[in-house]
Structure formats: structure tokens, C-alpha cells
């Protein structure tokens, strides 16, 4: 995913001059088990221009020939990208919010409308994605626990040479500190307004919260 990614805004900053023909696009799409959506109602549902969603199909197909991904391989793909850490565990909760659907798979569709909000997403659209990564258990609260996980696996995918001298329960004390600003009743848990208003007060908060994007 991390390829698609790239391929996506190496491509979008640097347009080619002429798009490649739109039947042999079309049929492209035919080619795979499972087609995506019509190219015109991806492009109304999402933020990119067709070329873009042409650019990010391809790369999509290279990487998942079938047209879907399955847990596993996305881990797989994305361990590549993170070769001095352990990724596993992050690529798992990544994988959980880009399956809208929740069925253990991910469509070019589903993988295109999370892109979407993550690239193109107003401030208010990338938080509230950022909530659905951490609330693992999908109730519409994050808590203690469920941050505390995020966190720890973002530490472990980025490894030791990135995290060299950290001492003690880093990830918990971190935690610790957000989570005392983000839970504003002392009730135990965040909710979404709670998640998005501390992150918009704090700006170091908002970019802690938005690591993500840096480790897509």
C-alpha cells in the first residue's frame, strides 16, 4: 500500500502530459474478479480526478492482482516499508478502519475513500478517521486501553533505530498525557467531539494524533 501511496503523490504533484486511453483503462478493470466502481462515481464520492484514480488503480492492481487484499498480504505489503520494526500489529489496526465493509477484505473502493480522507480529507475529516483507527473495538469511544495499543504499535513499527534510547513505558506515559486532556468529564473515555476539539486546541496533540499519516 505504501507503493500505491507514493505512485499517488509522486504522480499528482507531476501530471504526465497525456493520460493513458481510457478504454484500455476500462478494460484493465474488467480483467480482475472483483471491478471496481465506475471511475465517474469514484470521482464524485471522492477528492481525486479520474487520472488520479486511474494512476491509483494500476498501482493497486500491481500490488493486489485479484482486486482485493486480505489481511495478511497487506501486512505483508506493508512490513516491506518498515524493514527495522515490527509492523504487524499497526498493519492490523490500519487494516481494520480502511475495511469499511468489515468483511477481512479490502476493495480498491474502500482502500480509494480512505485515501481520499487521509489526503484530500478536510482537518475535521482526517480526525474523525484517526478516531475510527483507535477506537478498535468500534463503540464510538476510545479508551485507555485502546489508544495505549495504537500507540505501542506505532513505536514497534518504527523500530529501534528511529526510537534508539527510549527508557521505561514511553508509549503508556504518552498516552498518559493526551489522554488527560482529550477526556475532559473524567468519565474514562473519549469520545469523537472530545477526540476533536483537544486535537484542534493542542498543536502538538494534532500532529502526535496524526502520525499516521507520515507512517501510511
Known sequence: ????VGTLTMQTRQR???????????????????RPEGLE??????NFTKQELQVLYRGFKNECPSGVVNEETF???YAQFFPHGDASTYAHYLFNAFDSRNNGSIKFEDFVMGLSTLLRGTVRDKLEW???LYDINRDGFINREEM??????????????????????????????????MDKNKDGVVTLE???IACQ?????MRSMQLFENVM
Open 41 to 46: 462515481q469514484l470521482e464524485a464520492q471522492t
Open 201 to 205: 486546541e493542542d498543536e502538538n496533540m
Open 130 to 132: 484517526t478516531f475510527h
Open 75 to 77: 501486512k505483508h505489503i
Open 16 to 34: 504526465p502530459s497525456r493520460a493513458r486511453d481510457k478504454v484500455d483503462d476500462e478494460l484493465e478493470m474488467t480483467m480482475v474478479s472483483h
Open 148 to 181: 495505549t495499543e495504537i500507540v505501542r504499535a506505532i513505536y514497534d513499527m518504527m523500530g529501534k533505530y528511529t526510537y534508539p534510547a527510549l527508557k521505561g513505558d514511553v508509549p503508556k506515559q504518552h498516552v498518559d498525557t493526551f489522554f488527560e486532556k
Open 194 to 196: 472530545e477526540f476533536v
Open 1 to 4: 500500500m505504501g507503493a500505491v
